[in-house]
């Protein structure tokens, strides 16, 4: 077998994860057919295949999914390595991620996460997927349920409630609804709209973070958090919690890299600012009607 490079490995990763051509060749910058060919020209390398194409995509095969783990656990080492150098140099970067709720919170508290002083940066990755953290993709995490994962450990945080809310003094008659697109409706309370009130559904986006303005603009009613939608002072609840989408909330960090000073001290500092807000995760503060 001839030694393929790292640019090639690389290639492969963002191929796998993403799902495809279109996926990696917008995070390479490369044109898909230019990714596709460096896909077969890496198999011809390796002697294996790696993926099983289709019109829908492309998906692994065995040998490509014990390439990926290859691949992520030396991803995990070099950012291990990194991470030590940065430790030497005081050039440190805690890397959380999470989804665009509690982002909205961090970033709102920010001051309270780093201080005046602290010797390492922040690196904030929002999105509603997953947070990974198996392969150190990231060094703090917020997930809605407790991890099975061996090698990670979890603080719960508490619970989390969601309502629907309609703009102040709005029509309590009014059924139209505002969702995130379904394709883009990974968590249980962006669904809840397409599987409960599709046909009324008026108006979609991309990222949950719109929803709030739109409500508040008058198009329509959404499901959001309670600690979003209690806090908005244009926004009511519509009715009770949507008790079906209570769920509890931990932080999780790699079990070897929460001893890291600058990780346990981010961690200490998210777990009392969410915390402090605890009734309103779990909706025990409505709004005033």
């Not at 997930?143 to 969601?162: I, Q, S």
């Not at 309670?226 to 790699?254: K, S, T, Y």
């Not at 001290?265 to 402090?276: E, F, P, Y």
Request: charge should be neutral.
């Amino acid at each position: 077998m001839k030694n393929a490079n790292w640019d090639s490995y690389q290639l492969f990763l963002q191929v796998a994860r993403l799902g495809g051509l279109t996926g990696a060749s917008t995070a390479s910058g490369l044109s898909p057919a230019t990714v596709g060919r460096r896909m077969l020209d890496l198999e011809q390398e390796v002697g294996r295949a790696l993926f099983s194409r289709s019109q829908t995509g492309y998906r692994l095969t065995q040998d490509g999914q014990a390439l990926l783990d290859h691949l992520q656990e030396m991803e995990a080492a070099a950012r291990k390595v990194e991470a030590w150098r940065q430790s030497g140099d005081g050039g440190t970067t805690v890397r959380i991620a999470t989804g665009t709720w509690v982002a909205w919170l961090l970033t709102e508290n920010f001051a309270a996460i780093r201080m005046p002083g602290d010797g390492f940066a922040i690196s904030l990755t929002i999105g509603e997927a997953r947070a990974s953290l198996a392969y150190r993709e990231s060094d703090i995490g917020i997930r809605a349920f407790e991890p099975e994962e061996a090698n990670l450990a979890a603080r719960r945080l508490g619970e989390v409630a969601y309502a629907v809310y309609i703009r102040r003094n709005a029509a309590e008659t009014d059924e139209r609804w505002i969702a995130v697109a379904e394709e883009e409706a990974i968590s249980a309370y962006l669904r809840w709209p397409h599987a409960n009130a599709a046909a009324a559904i008026v108006a979609t986006v991309n990222r949950p973070r719109s929803l709030p303005d739109l409500v508040r603009a008058g198009a329509g009613k959404a499901v959001l958090p309670c600690f979003v939608g209690d806090l908005h002072p244009d926004l009511q609840r519509l009715g009770g919690e949507l008790a079906e989408l209570r769920h509890a909330q931990w932080i999780v960090m790699n079990a070897e890299d929460r001893h890291r000073p600058e990780i346990r001290t981010v961690a200490d500092r998210m777990t009392k600012l969410i915390r402090s807000y605890a009734d309103l995760f779990a909706g025990k503060r409505p709004s005033r009607g």
